[in-house]
């Protein structure tokens, strides 16, 4: 069902990217394709997916088409398999519920909101380096370690609960999330298991519901500590009509807010769909975003010394905090996480259903009903966009390069009205972490690149661990 894509030489391949399915000459939908297989780099594609007909889009100016859209936000078919898990938060819900949602909880992710969690990342990510740097210079695999981090972070900063996982443990978590997103690509390859009732007579149809209920568990245990919290310390704050001042909420204070006064209908359900939907998004792909760059990191000694060195103008042997004016100051690392989710973005896979017909210019129309499936990973990876594309060149994102390119040829967040609502939040997070990382350790990378497959398990993920070695910088 899926084979491998051979990268250049010194560089891991892509594993499950292509799909060994046969490529339709559909009268009704896409009667000009030809070739057999998909390289990532024609303007379209058409296949059979899941019994769906599916047209994979390459363009950026046709990418730009579909995702600046209003017409095309329903999620496509496969998002299906993540309902029974995500049920309708803001990632699979479409319609009124997806657009009263989006404008409920976009003000969460505020600058200022921000600002006020940055000692909080701060704190996370330097404990996080210390654990690190308990391995005394050993190789092993980091990312329980990264996953536990960025679960810390999300928790605390948006949900106002303090898990302490780091030292305390949130394996469980962890586990069950790797079990639950791996459980879903298994579904889309496997198309006799697309049927949620077949799925379910299967052992591991039964075991993934086991697994859907222990996270749903974990996160109402969240839920349930902050409500708790949060109507003590409503009971003990001065209100803020006294000050005159509305103050900014964050994540999950804004949900039960609106519960409490009864301002908005947010079940205990409705609750929860979000909290589970940001807690997979706010942990899991930043993690294995982080995991990647100490990869990259690792093996481009020059471009963390330069990192390095932006860090040392900011803080110099101070080991203060990292503020957000500090972080706002990191131009270059910012380039490097830039140029790191070209080559490995977190979401490598995204879809749409269309509701109405699709008009690309100069090309037949594609009929409503069709899965429309775009590819960050392979739409990175054009030549025609970057040059040497294989290269990890945190260049490509000075200002001048960036005006070269077409806005769409670069998405690792979406793009359109259905964007990541989080995206400022994970580079924040991610920058954070990363800086606090270079100003006290240096890393080194001991997995080689031709070791390494990419996995689409809904996350890009390495198909074996990474494993890294992490020194004092002294």
């Known amino acids: 069902m899926f084979r491998k ?15 060994e399915l046969p490529f339709l000459s559909n009268a009704e939908l896409l009667p000009y394709i030809k070739k057999q297989v998909i390289t990532g780099y024609d303007r379209l594609g058409a296949v059979w997916l899941m019994g769906l007909p599916g047209a994979f889009v390459n ?15 329903e999620k496509g078919q496969e998002y299906n398999l993540i309902r029974p898990w995500l049920q309708e938060g803001l990632l699979v819900s479409s319609g009124q519920k997806w657009h009263s949602r989006r404008k409920l909880l976009t003000p969460t992710f505020h600058f ?33 370690k990264i ?41 889309v390859v496997n198309t006799q298991h697309f049927s949620e009732v077949v799925w379910q007579l299967t052992k591991k149809g039964y075991q993934n519901s086991k697994d859907i209920e222990a996270v749903h568990d974990f996160t109402q245990m969240i839920i349930t500590e902050r409500r708790q919290l949060y109507e003590k310390e409503k009971k003990e704050t001065l209100s803020e009509e006294d000050f005159g001042i509305k103050k900014r909420k964050a994540f999950l204070d804004s949900m039960l807010e609106l519960d409490i006064s009864n301002q908005a209908k947010m079940t205990d359900s409705d609750i929860r769909e979000e909290v589970d939907t940001f807690l997979f998004e706010g942990h899991d792909t930043t993690a ?50 830039k140029e790191c989710l070209r080559l490995y973005p977190s ?5 749409r259903t269309l509701n109405d017909d699709l008009t690309l210019k100069g090309l037949p129309t594609i009929p409503a009903g069709a899965n429309i499936m775009i590819l960050p990973i392979f739409l990175h990876r054009n030549p025609k966009y970057y040059p040497d594309p294989e290269k990890f060149d945190p260049d490509r994102f000075l200002p001048e390069e960036c005006a070269k390119r077409h806005p769409f040829a670069y998405i ?22 990363i800086s606090t990382l270079l100003r006290f350790a240096k890393v080194n990378s001991i997995t080689k690149r031709s070791e390494v497959n990419l996995v689409p398990l809904v996350i890009l993920r390495p198909d074996k661990p990474i494993y890294i070695s992490v020194t004092p910088r002294t």
């Open 5 to 19: 894509l051979p990268g250049p030489k010194g560089y891991p391949p892509i594993l499950g990217l292509a799909l």
């Open 59 to 73: 363009s950026p100016e046709d990418i730009e088409v579909v995702l600046s859209s209003m017409k095309y936000i």
């Open 112 to 144: 200022k909101i921000l600002e006020d969690k940055s000692r909080t990342m701060y704190q996370n990510a330097k404990l996080f380096v210390d654990k690190l740097l308990e391995k005394n210079g050993k190789p092993f695999d980091p990312f329980m």
């Open 147 to 187: 996953s536990r981090c960025t679960l810390d972070i999300i928790c605390e900063s948006a949900m106002g609960v303090a898990l302490n996982s780091q030292n305390d443990g949130s394996a469980d978590y962890v586990a069950l999330i790797g079990r639950v997103t791996r459980d879903i690509v298994y579904r």
């Open 288 to 337: 294995a975003l982080i995991l990647f760059l100490l990869f990259e990191l690792g093996h481009h000694q020059d471009i963390q010394e330069l990192a390095y060195q932006e860090q040392y103008e900011i803080f110099g042997d101070d080991t203060r905090e990292a503020t957000l004016n500090d972080i706002q100051q990191m131009t270059y690392l910012e380039r490097v996480i």
């Open 347 to 351: 979401v490598p896979w995204m879809s």
């Open 412 to 433: 690792p967040f979406s793009a359109g009205p259905r964007n990541c609502i989080g995206q400022k939040f994970a580079m924040l997070e991610i920058k954070t972490t």
